[in-house]
């Protein structure tokens, strides 16, 4: 019913940046918070930020004052902007999406993106 689709990422230096965004479409009535998460090999997946209808941030420690997270709710889309990027950074990043589906809103699912890789060589 709703399709995130993801665009961005690559290969950069570190130091370098990066912008990520997500476009969600399908049945939707709204979109509640959306967020970003990454997993590295070996590791779980992690939440990176995340942004409220609203307007409200939050980050995980380790990309704060480094990575910016906002939303177009027009376009029903999240963006990431990552900059001052490290090789720890280095994942596949998946966009998420709490979305109120269908002619009333009723229903909310989650949906996930397919991912995008982002390496950060040193």
């Known amino acids: 019913q709703v399709q995130l689709v993801e665009s961005g990422g690559g290969l950069v230096q570190a130091g370098g940046s990066l912008g990520l965004s997500c476009a969600a479409s399908g049945r939707i009535f709204s979109i509640n918070d959306m967020g970003w998460y990454r997993q590295a090999p070996g590791k779980q997946r992690e939440l990176v930020a995340f942004i409220t209808s609203g307007g409200d941030t939050n980050y995980v420690d380790s990309v704060k004052g480094r990575f910016t997270i906002s939303r177009d709710n027009a376009k029903n889309t999240v963006f990431l902007q990552m900059n001052s990027l490290k090789p720890e950074d280095t994942a596949a990043y998946y966009c998420?999406?709490?979305?109120?589906?269908?002619?009333?809103?009723?229903?909310?699912?989650?949906?996930w993106g397919q991912g995008t890789q982002v390496t950060v060589s040193s």
């Open positions: 998420n999406a709490n979305v109120r589906v269908g002619s009333f809103g009723y229903s909310r699912y989650d949906y």
